[in-house]
């Protein structure tokens, strides 16, 4: 499955597109290519290990624990994602598991060579944190659109004499969005 991983690989990915061929070749010599076959463990919530990536080909997905319940799906990733960044960007443990879903084939790039590149104010590594930032907000929208409605469905079926009261729902409301202020 292994494919030709040279400058323009990066320079496919919409936070690398600005860089100049020379850019993106300096950057690929700080990423380490992997290549996963379908069910193979990328990376595992909680683990400790601080590496982004780049999903160059096939799809992964992402899973969360539940409880008492099987692992949840949260995404599927596509070619052109990024993902890994909150425990590059924060030196924090996994909050999600990735699994490869088909062959895939992922750039790898670890909080180290991250770090040198912002040390030494190298372009990719600017255009990387861009482009992570711009994930994290996504994701950030979409969640809150997600409580929203959680919230809504809450009040509905406690209107329908379902469910905690009324006082639970908007602590449980207040607590979430007085965390995410953060």
């Avoid at 499955?1 to 323009?8: D, K, L, N, R, T």
């Avoid at 590594?125 to 959680?150: H, P, S, T, Y």
């Amino acid at each position: 499955m292994a494919s030709e991983i040279g400058p323009g690989t990066l320079l496919s990915f919409v936070c690398f597109q600005d860089l100049t061929p020379q850019q993106a070749a300096v950057a690929l010599e700080e990423f380490e290519p992997i290549y996963l076959k379908p069910g193979q463990v990328l990376c595992k919530e909680r683990d400790t290990e601080n590496s982004a990536f780049l999903l160059v080909s096939g799809y992964a997905d992402v899973t969360k624990a539940v409880p008492g319940e099987a692992d949840h799906r949260l995404a599927t990733l596509s070619p052109g994602a990024i993902f890994g960044e909150v425990a590059l960007l924060t030196n924090a443990a996994r909050s999600a598991s990735v699994i490869a879903r088909t062959e895939a084939e992922v750039l790898r790039i670890s909080r180290a060579a991250y770090e040198k590149g912002l040390a030494h104010e190298q372009a990719w590594a600017l255009k990387f944190l861009e482009g992570a930032a711009q994930v994290l907000a996504r994701r950030l929208v979409a969640a809150n659109n997600q409580l929203i409605g959680v919230v809504v469905d809450l009040r509905e079926w406690e209107a329908q004499g379902h469910g905690p009261d009324h006082r639970e729902i908007e602590e449980l409301r207040r607590e979430l969005f007085e965390h995410w202020a953060l």
